[in-house]
């Protein structure tokens, strides 16, 4: 009953920047959703790049951005923002947006919802 939609991906020259919003709708029960970004280029493995949760007061990055990509938690809207700066040709994929049940108590069930995916090109 959780639909996800992503949107904000693009082209941008290295070291430019990009934002984009990954919002959750239908029945989320008043909840504040896990969320997390993944990304998945041709050739590579499925990659976690940012996680929100614990209703917002925690946050998790893949070591390949970290420094340079922030995600963040919108409570009234139930969207998750993730600011890419800095970006880097090996950014180029395409990104998804997932979102998991909380767990009481802190953390998350396995990621339940997903979107399509937005592209997101660096080129150099």
């Known amino acids: 009953q959780v639909q996800i939609m992503e949107s904000g991906g693009g082209s941008v020259q290295a070291g430019g920047s990009l934002r984009l919003s990954c919002a959750a709708s239908?029945?989320?029960?008043?909840?504040?959703?896990?969320m997390g970004w993944f990304r998945q280029a041709p050739g590579k493995e499925r990659e976690l790049v940012a996680r929100?949760?614990?209703?917002?007061?925690?946050?998790a990055y893949a070591d390949s951005v970290k420094g340079r990509f922030t995600i963040s938690q919108d409570n009234a809207k139930n969207t998750a923002l993730l600011q890419m700066d800095s970006l880097k040709p090996e950014d180029t994929a395409m990104y998804y947006c997932?979102?998991?049940?909380?767990?009481?108590?802190?953390?998350?069930?396995?990621?339940?919802?997903w979107g399509q995916g937005t592209q997101v090109t660096v080129s150099s």
């Open positions: 239908g029945n989320t029960r008043s909840r504040l959703l896990c």
């Open positions: 929100v949760y614990n209703s917002g007061s925690r946050t």
């Open positions: 997932a979102a998991a049940d909380p767990v009481i108590g802190g953390g998350c069930l396995s990621d339940k919802y």
